[in-house]
């Protein structure tokens, strides 16, 4: 049995999620910042992440809080850039990868009120050259220090809370998407008491 | 000596540094996050970092981007909060400290063009009651999700990267403070060449 109050939580967090966000993850390998991207997604309401893995493994988060997150974001994998761009490209979602090129437009020039997602790339070698061929367009967030770039988890929140910034205000809105996950999470809860992994917070 | 490429280098990060901001690290024990936190720092323009350690020690900070973003760095240490910020408020710096509290402020209500100092606290228990109760109001990061707190670096970069998008299109002023970072700078370029730590970039 699931009680009344983790119920209004999970359905309060539902709720607030916007449905039209994906954060894309491609080929990061330090577990550090996996860790950190989720737990971003998780606070500024981002419930979709796409796994994009073929020159990495994706790392194992096994402790902290990330550990927990994961269980309440809808994780999907894709075989290749191309596919991960077609599936998003078939659900409307406009696709911006996030680089160093010289035609990446500024995060703070960028509209994100519509159906977005944003794609974080390789510690070294960033997105892949498929990914940002398939994109719909490029993202820089301007730095005007000695260093050339940011740490990818900071970047990744950078973004998130620009996104949220715009959409400030704007209540997100509640879809059939949003019923299976309930569904779902329910399901869960009520026959896998045992796996309520934040248990404190939820 | 010096090289010309390497002296304009310096300048224009010189020139771009806002000098009336300063982030105050507080008992940050994670050498991940205070490298991140330093990184930040320097890609959005803030040359000034305080440190106060009463309860932990401010770690190695080693290898990797950070260890050679430190030396472009003002990093001054302070033995208490409160020292730290009389000397901050001396400046004519408003003192924001980060944590969860009520009373806290959405830090995208909060102005940033004045003269400012951001608290990041540590990882547990966030910024000390002495640094809260001198500090001239709180921030919060709104979050929407299962977990009630960001990871410290992240949000200290969200915070940053609020503060450059409200400075955005105003140009620093060039103060004596940043004259004689850069006679510092061009004295230790130049009698200690084989210390250049960020070579490739400078």
Redesign the interface.
Known sequence: MITERRLA?MRR?LE??HDDLVVVIEDIHDA?NAS?IL???????IGRVALVYTNQVFPEISGG?AA??QK?LQIDRYESPEACVAALHDEGIKVYATDLSEQSQDY?DVDFSGPTAIVLGNEHSGCSPEMAARADGSLI?P?????????V??AA??LM??IA?QR?GREPVWTTHKAEMERAWIERESTRPSDRL?SD??
Do not use: K, P, T, Y
């Open positions: 939580r967090v607030r999620r550090h950190a737990r971003s997604c998780d606070a500024f309401g809080v927990q997150v309440w703070l967030v730095m005007v220090g000695f260093v050339q770039s940011l740490n988890s900071v929140a950078v809370s620009e910034r400030r934040i917070v939820v």
